[in-house]
């Protein structure tokens, strides 16, 4: 008989997990609010419930006599999911303490300090009375839910009236009613996505990312990335050795991990810890360059309690082979898409792993869509053996790729640029 396993959540990058969970043949059942969620539309079966309504989903998972719960990809979703697997007596590759540590930017501020891992200076705003209390804010800094992700609720503010106004919007989008307010860097990017295999930590995959600075104060929302990032020598050597003591301390055994950093004077300031898969899925370029695809590790540890074949550990290089990798974020400005023109040709690219697209002719792109994630039209990943190559499909797909309103004006806000080729090309 097929096995069953809830997955929790029904954005469009999960409905890719649930696709996967079919192709291993499980039975999928997605439990999410919104009964247009794009993961139901692939499941075996799905259910209108509110996933932090844990004692329901935990009912569903008995009276369905499923065989495991995995989480999809949704930062906010992991704590619950946490919950359920503990009263179901489920396996679950987080517990109570990681949930603490790297499911909200408040309690990861908090082991960074306990652990000296470096990270954003900032303060913390947990009602509308105390906003008053950081007369002396140097400003321009960012504004940040504590426990939310994708931009919702972030921005940048520049003087004191728009962050006052700017904390009360972004108290409305956390769950614990705590915002993050921290100095707003202007530097580089990067991200650093570790695998965890039975209390061991690894470095599986490490890029630089580039982000758009075209709408004003809302949230820098990604472009793309690179990998492996032209800091991976330095990052190896300086911030990697502390990030596996404090995994170690924490007793972190199975999952995986992606850390964000600014990198500004030689120095990594980590931020923004996700304990799942990511929407930018760094798993995807590791499982056609390394062959291990942490999508299905993951759906057989929620089935098995087992992360991983046992060579693992081989196959696993943060380096890629000698070869590069490359995500291009398309982006949409406000508007309804009347026509869309290249994007079978991209698909069908021999340099293209996969293309997620989230929109076709119709949709609408609405005011408060911009700023955060939801804005993404498609992500394209591509693998290449040189920078070089990866420089020329960058150029070529921007000249493929049409995206038009009803008014013929393009729809697309800003287009990757080619990358400094000296920056990754080692001597």
């Known amino acids: 008989m097929m096995k069953k396993l809830i997955i929790l959540g029904g954005n469009p990058e999960t409905a890719i997990l649930v696709k996967t969970a079919i192709s291993m043949g499980v039975y999928t059942i997605v439990v999410d609010p919104n009964p247009l969620s794009p993961a139901k539309k692939v499941a075996n079966e799905s259910y209108d419930i509110e996933v932090f309504d844990v004692d329901e989903v935990v009912e569903l998972a008995k009276k369905l006599n499923v065989d495991g719960v995995l989480v999809g990809v949704a930062d906010i979703l992991v704590a619950p999911y946490q919950k359920i697997c503990e009263k179901l007596n489920m396996h679950c590759y987080v517990t109570e303490d990681a949930v603490d540590a790297f499911c909200s930017k408040d309690g990861f501020k908090r082991y960074c300090i306990q652990h000296n891992i470096q990270d954003i200076p900032g303060i913390y705003i947990n009602d509308i009375a105390s906003i008053d209390d950081s007369k002396n804010m140097k400003f321009p800094v960012m504004i940040k839910p504590v426990d939310n992700g994708g931009g919702v609720g972030m921005k940048i503010c520049r003087d004191e009236d728009d962050y006052k106004n700017s904390v009360k919007t972004a108290l409305k989008f956390s769950k614990k009613g705590v915002v993050l307010v921290e100095r707003y860097m202007d530097c580089d990017d990067m991200a650093a996505y570790y695998t965890f295999k039975d209390g061991k930590s690894y470095l599986s995959a490490i890029s630089d990312r580039l982000t758009t600075k075209k709408q004003g104060d809302s949230s820098p929302v990604c472009i793309g990335a690179i990998f492996p990032s032209k800091y991976t020598d330095q990052f190896v050597k300086e911030v990697n050795p502390k990030l596996c003591e404090f995994f170690e301390w924490l007793d972190v055994q199975n999952g995986v991990l992606n850390l964000q950093f600014f990198v500004e004077d030689n120095i990594f300031y980590a931020y923004d810890p996700g304990f799942r898969l990511q929407g930018e899925a760094p798993h995807l370029p590791i499982a056609h360059i390394n062959k291990f695809d942490h999508r299905k590790m993951l759906v057989n540890f929620a ?125």
Not at 322 to 334: H, N, Q, R
Not at 361 to 371: H, S
Not at 393 to 413: A, C, H, P, W, Y
Request: glycine letters at 6%; aromatic letters at 10%; a negative charge.
């Open 303 to 427: 089935l098995t309690g087992v992360f991983g074949d046992d060579d693992f550990a081989i196959k696993n290089d943060f380096r890629f082979k000698g070869k590069t990798a490359c995500t291009i974020w398309v982006l949409l400005k406000e508007g309804t898409i009347d026509s869309i023109e290249g994007l079978e040709q991209i698909q069908t690219d021999e340099n293209v792993i996969f293309v997620l697209d989230r929109f076709k002719t119709g949709d609408v792109v609405d005011a408060e869509m911009l700023g955060t994630e939801k804005q993404v039209f498609a992500r394209i990943y591509l693998v290449a053996d040189t920078i070089t190559d990866i420089n020329k499909k960058i150029v070529e797909f921007r000249n493929l790729l049409k995206i038009t309103d009803s008014k013929g004006q393009d729809m697309i806000l800003q287009w990757m640029e080619p990358f400094e080729e000296a920056d990754y090309i080692k001597n």
